[in-house]
């Protein structure tokens, strides 16, 4: 059985999934923008259960990576681009990766990029 997410792609049903968004910041570069990362856990639990459910929060100190600000788990993507674009207006592109329970490592996906304040996959259509 298919269904379809709110940007309009079709996926498998599946007994878990999860979208972890992580905005990161190069301390050497503070004018930069932020880095923002959206990583789908396909029936696979994310390895680590400190962040929050349903909203972008600050990350938990001792976190492995200084240079994540914030971080988010969410059960449905038009949750997490709401999060995001809440959080970063500014924000015009996120990497995107998908880890199935049959990776090793997260495969890097299409680029999600904001057009007309929308987001779609990079050279697709952009959609509500």
């Known amino acids: 059985m298919l269904a379809k997410n709110t940007l309009g792609l079709n996926f498998k049903l599946m007994s878990y999934l999860t979208f972890r968004v992580e905005v990161t910041r190069d301390e050497w570069r503070p004018d930069e923008p932020v ?6 856990y396909i029936d696979r639990v ?43 207006p500014e924000a015009t592109r996120i990497r995107c990766y998908e880890y199935t ?7 890097e996906a299409a ?7 929308k ?10």
């Open 119 to 128: 987001w779609a996959p990079a050279g697709g259509n952009p959609r509500e």
């Open 35 to 40: 880095m923002i990362e959206i990583t789908a």
């Open 46 to 88: 994310p390895e680590t259960g400190d962040y929050s459910r349903g909203m972008l929060t600050r990350a938990p100190k001792g976190v492995w990576n200084s240079r994540l600000q914030f971080a988010g788990d969410f059960a449905e993507l038009g949750e997490a681009l709401a999060a995001i674009d809440a959080a970063h």
């Open 111 to 117: 680029p999600l990029v904001k057009t007309g304040g």
């Open 101 to 107: 329970v049959d990776d090793e490592f997260p495969r």
